[in-house]
């Protein structure tokens, strides 16, 4: 439990499958053999990275998993240096398409297209992920709880809508105000519906993987990838800090609000 408690358990489970697919692809190969050193091991994700890269299975993201998950539960293997040389050559091979960041009008248009599809609690975590600048994880962990309305607070400093964060990458109970009025209004609206309906300790939006799958359904009319553009989830984040960038905000400022070390 205590080093499982350096990663969320989501991330457990994605790493708990990824290696499961590992074993059984060195069972496959090797009749079930025990691997008896690191220095195998390295050589076993090594050749399984290979496998990957010139069958296209599985994907490069999984072999990713797979060997970060090993550094995580055997720690004393890092670094398996092989495996990662192997990871860093099929990068040169095969660059990754970067993601870009989210422009306010296109969120805005995203999150219109994921409503009218029916998808509300991701129409309205794109416009909070936008504004906050939250990360995927950190969206689909937020509860009832965790979003607090000070609009009538007896100090002006202190009024406005805040979301915490009950586990972020950079530590506990972190918060950050909604500075859109209007998502404001909305994300206080959306939290009793959900408090009504579901309990005072309900989930405000859908798991990450869902989010992902919503967000590329909501942009497929918009055609970005012919105009040579990728959006991830996290191009909401990436967005809204560089339109704070452009706007002429402190970069102190935005590490703070964006929660950056």
Request: charged share 25%; hydrophobic share 45%; aromatic share 10%.
């Amino acid at each position: 439990p205590l080093l499982d408690a350096n990663i969320g358990a989501e991330t457990r489970g994605l790493y708990r499958a990824a290696l499961l697919d590992f074993v059984d692809f060195a069972d496959a190969w090797d009749g079930g053999e025990a691997i008896e050193s690191f220095a195998d091991l390295d050589y076993w994700l090594a050749f399984y990275a290979h496998q990957a890269y010139v069958t296209g299975h599985p994907k490069k993201y999984k072999v990713t998993r797979a060997v970060y998950a090993t550094e995580h539960w055997m720690p004393e293997a890092k670094p398996l240096r092989l495996v990662r040389r192997c990871l860093r050559g099929w990068d040169r091979l095969v660059p990754s398409k970067p993601a870009a960041p989210m422009p306010r009008d296109l969120a805005r248009a995203t999150a219109t297209m994921a409503a009218l599809l029916a998808k509300t609690a991701s129409a309205l975590a794109m416009l909070v992920a936008h504004d906050t600048w939250h990360r995927i994880g950190e969206c689909a962990g937020l509860r009832v709880p965790d979003v607090v309305d000070s609009r009538e607070h007896a100090d002006p400093v202190m009024r406005g809508v805040s979301v915490f964060i009950p586990e972020a990458k950079t530590g506990r109970r972190q918060a950050v105000r909604v500075e859109d009025a209007e998502v404001a209004v909305l994300l206080v609206a959306w939290r009793d519906a959900v408090e009504a309906s579901e309990g005072p300790d309900a989930r405000l939006f859908p798991p990450a993987a869902r989010l992902r799958s919503d967000l590329a359904e909501a942009l497929a009319p918009f055609r970005v990838e012919a105009r040579g553009l990728h959006f991830t989830f996290h191009s909401f984040r990436h967005g809204g800090a560089s339109r704070a960038y452009l706007a002429g905000s402190d970069m102190a400022d935005i590490l703070l609000r964006g929660r950056w070390k």
